[in-house]
């Protein structure tokens, strides 16, 4: 009986133990299953990139490679592996390290230091061949990683506008910042399941989708930007000049064709980088235009019917006061028509033209040449410069405003308000980045308007003219110098500023360009003589690059330059 009844027991209690475990696995598996799911999730659930694709290139019009990214690698520790391995007892290999990372010996070794750590960089962007060599030394604790380095094929051709990246590929600089977004991939993420060892067993989907780098397609040309570089450069040295800036545009869409500045410097060697040689003064540095604002001043005259084209301005006796400031010319010029006022660059002639306008229909025009507002390209650290806007207008600051000073704008407003005139009155929006569509233009400027003051810049080009080396065999030009003082405080100082801005061929205009050479040092320091030689040389480059028909010569002369290119022998 008692047998029996420890019999029963037995089995009582083996059977309330496996109702137990079922209650216990029921609870677990059907009630409440979250928590221990939660457990095995963080256990083994885990996120990986699934793509790291390059930052997108910058090319020109054509397809020229401005900015690529070049496979490079990182020279990384694990501080806690290297003292668990004692691989800081191989003294000649790290010796060896420290030299061909070209880092002192000791400083090496202090950034390993500390057994905690996990992760610290010994070098950033080393070459495959370096990397082969850190690889051969098989250090524990010492590993690459995959990254990658920008570099620039034309050097500093391009380097203010296409700008230039920091070490972790972000920009700094230029298009590379301004278009940052644009340019960067993002890295796709999958959600997996692995085991303890790493090993990917079950994929469950997709965390956020891969977006690929787009590239860009800039307007301007590198041919003709390797062309304006050479010659901005060679003007900058020999009249030992502050800076020197040059912007050509189309004058049919508005894109820009070439943008270069002087001092420049190399975005591939970023030991030589200083922050005042990366500004891309072309958008940025603002400049009192000086004469190079009068066709403008002409067009406000001819609008608001103060002359027309044929009028005579009558300049004598050669000078005036106005608010105990005199204002002349450098001779009586007595009267003469309104071309000749562009033409001999009269103070006189313009302030007789100004003073029968008032300053809100002056600022008005101005305003429709683009001066004053930013132009919308997006490029970083652009000026709008300063068109002044003040309640009342003395003698002095509106007879000043006509001869461009009291006014401040960039190079390329200035080659923006020269473009409206040659493309008679239309303002296209400018771009930076090639257009595969002519824009929807503007007009701003009544057509006659436009096209008498575009011709009435011929003069100033031909003899007797203040821009006569502007001039280009074959082609007719028209454009205007310029020479401002540079503003200090109480007055002006004895640094000048050249300037030429023009256009050409003057029949069927195709390209505006603005140059301007900042504080030349010497006898010299005329736009015309400074200024001009330059836009003469790289528009004479540009016509021919683009293959534009030379619209001054004569028939004999095209037949002769075929008979010539007839007889020349194949290759």
Known sequence: MMARGRFYFTCGVILLAFVALFARAAWIQVISPDRLRLEGDLRSLRS??????????????????????????????????????????????????????????????????????????????????????????????????????????????????????????????????????????????????????????????????????????????????????????????????????????????????????????????????????ARNRAVTDTYEPGSTLKPMIVVSALENGVVNANSMVDTSPGWMRLGGKRVSDTRNLGSISVETVLKRSSNMGMVRMAMQETPAQLLDTLYRFGLGIDSGMGLVGESTGMVPQRRRWSEIEQATLSFGYGVTVTPLQLAQAYAILANGGVRYPLSIVKRNQPPTGEQVIPRQHADAVLQMLESVVNPGGTATRAAIPGYRVGGKTGTSRKAVAGGYGSDYVGLFAGVAPLSNPRLAMVVVINEPQGDQYYGGLVAAPVFAEVMSGALQLLNIRPDAATEEQFQLAGQEASVVPHS
């Open 48 to 277: 990986t990139v699934v793509s790291n694709t390059s930052r997108g290139m910058i090319m020109d019009r054509n397809g020229e490679e401005l900015a690529v990214s070049v496979p490079v690698q990182a020279v990384w520790a694990d501080p806690k592996q290297i003292h668990a391995e004692h691989s800081l007892d191989k003294q000649q290999a790290w010796q060896a390290l420290a030299e061909v990372l070209g880092v002192p010996h000791d400083t090496l070794l202090k950034r390993v230091q500390d057994p905690k750590r996990r992760f610290v960089y010994l070098q950033r962007q080393v070459t495959p061949a370096v990397a082969e060599y850190i690889r051969k030394l098989r250090l524990p604790g010492v590993h690459l990683r995959p990254e990658e380095r920008r570099f620039y094929p034309t050097g500093e051709i391009n380097a203010h506008l296409v700008g230039m990246t920091n070490i972790d590929g972000s920009g700094i600089e230029g298009i590379e910042r301004g278009f940052n977004d644009w340019l960067t991939a993002l890295p796709g993420e999958r959600k997996v399941r692995k085991d303890r060892l790493g090993r990917v067993i079950e994929d469950l989907g997709v965390v956020s989708a891969a977006r690929e780098a787009n590239h860009i397609e800039l307007s301007i040309d590198q041919r003709v930007q390797a062309l304006a570089y050479r010659s901005l450069k060679r003007a900058f040295e020999y009249h030992r000049a502050t800076s020197a800036s040059l912007v050509m545009l189309d004058v049919k869409s508005g894109e820009v064709i070439a943008m270069v500045n002087a001092p420049s410097f190399n975005p591939n060697n970023r030991s030589q980088y200083q922050s005042f040689r």
